[in-house]
């Protein structure tokens, strides 16, 4: 299957700060990302999409302004989570698809993030 | 929207037996369902798919099958190993204005006993 990787692969932050998490499609073009957050125990639950080239879309319940998402080529999203608290802990976890993989949706390995 | 319901939650299977797990979701309009495996602090990875145009799929000890009419569908283990033990994820798709986003059930944790 196609590979998609995300770094970091954990990370700690102090409260108040912005991380960035990047997730790069490796070996086809991502025309859409997916970014999604799980705490333990729980299932996937879908943060935004995102386009190449355009704005993301958010979910409802998810603050635009709290995570950022740049999907600026064909291979690259970021998320920045920005003035990050110890609530914003959590796996993050990004996904990606192209125009050869129809619906099939892969994911990247996730990124561990701890607000201290 | 579409709700993605999953079960059992918990699953135990001695070595060799066969596991199933259920999803139903609520959509008409989805048309793709993805079964992912997760193992712990790991990302999700695809086992199987199958797109609503077909009844069943099957790769080796896996398979799926899609009653379009009753929207749920099914994942099948055979043979079950050790190794097969993780949390397991179905999931639909089907188009939205964001683009074919994923709809994840709440996950089965399958633990297959030597």
């Known amino acids: 299957g196609a590979v998609v990787s995300q770094h970091p692969s954990w990370v700690i932050c102090k409260s108040g700060t912005s991380v960035k998490i990047e997730c790069r499609s490796l070996?086809?073009?991502?025309?859409?990302m997916f970014w999604y957050r799980q705490f333990p125990k729980q299932s996937l639950m879908l943060m935004a999409t995102?386009?190449?080239?355009?704005?993301?879309?958010?979910e409802q319940g998810v603050e635009k302004d709290k995570f950022l998402i740049n999907h600026a080529s064909l291979t690259l999203s970021t998320l920045t989570v920005t003035s990050a608290h110890p609530e914003d802990s959590s796996f993050y976890i990004c996904?990606?698809?192209?125009?050869?993989?129809?619906?099939?949706?892969?994911f990247g390995e996730g990124s561990w993030l701890t607000v201290v | 929207g579409e709700n993605v319901e999953q079960h059992p939650s918990t699953l135990s299977v001695q070595e060799g037996d066969s596991a199933v797990i259920k999803c139903t979701y609520s959509?008409?309009?989805?048309?793709?369902f993805p079964w992912y495996k997760q193992e712990l602090g790991k990302g999700p990875q695809l086992i199987i798919d199958?797109?609503?145009?077909?009844g069943e799929k099957k790769d080796q000890r896996i398979a799926v099958t899609l009653n379009k009419t009753a929207k749920h569908f099914s994942l099948h283990i055979t043979e079950t190993q050790p190794e097969d033990s993780a949390v397991y994820f179905c999931?639909?798709?089907?188009?939205?204005?964001?683009?074919?986003?994923?709809?994840f059930g709440k996950g089965t944790s399958l633990l297959v006993t030597p």
């Open positions: 199958i797109r609503s145009n077909v």
């Open positions: 070996d086809f073009q991502a025309t859409t």
């Open positions: 999931a639909a798709s089907h188009p939205t204005l964001s683009g074919y986003a994923l709809n």
């Open positions: 996904s990606a698809k192209g125009a050869h993989s129809g619906n099939t949706i892969y």
């Open positions: 995102s386009n190449e080239g355009s704005k993301a879309t958010y």
């Open positions: 959509d008409s309009a989805s048309n793709y």
